[in-house]
């Protein structure tokens, strides 16, 4: 995968905070790359890629969208978390997960596609 195509993040920042193997989705990176264009300003990425072997990825039935290189979680919060989602859903994320509690605040972002056992589009909280 060619990082100079994602000017605004680097390849350290998804990597699998675990492992520290990095396979990220070229597709996905691109609709982030246009998001973070359009939102104007930085996105802090707080988890990126998770090896299935992540002890977050491991605790599951079957490993998520990040150990699919689909999704990260971005730090975010108040106004500006509310700006991301409304920027997300205009370029086409299909899983918005939002925690704004406490100090671990952030927003997932994946584009998985729509499954009987995992609908999309889809919004959660945490």
């Known amino acids: 995968m060619n990082w100079q195509n994602y000017p605004n993040f680097s390849p350290d920042e998804f990597r699998c ?7 990220m989705d070229a597709g996905f990176m691109a609709r982030l790359q246009a998001l ?4 104007g300003r930085p996105m802090l990425i707080t988890s990126g890629y998770r090896d299935p072997s992540h002890p977050v990825e491991a605790a599951k039935s079957e490993p998520g969208a990040h150990s ?9 919060t108040g106004g500006d978390a509310l700006e991301l989602v409304a920027l997300a859903v205009n370029h086409g994320f299909t899983g918005i997960g939002v925690n ?15 499954e009987d056992h995992r609908p999309r589009p889809w919004i959660w909280s945490y």
């Open 68 to 76: 699919s290189g689909h999704a990260c979680d971005v730090f975010v």
């Open 100 to 114: 704004q509690k406490g100090a671990g605040r952030f927003i997932h972002l994946d584009d998985l596609p729509h």
């Open 36 to 39: 973070r264009t359009d939102y």
């Open 17 to 23: 905070k675990h492992t520290g193997r990095l396979n």
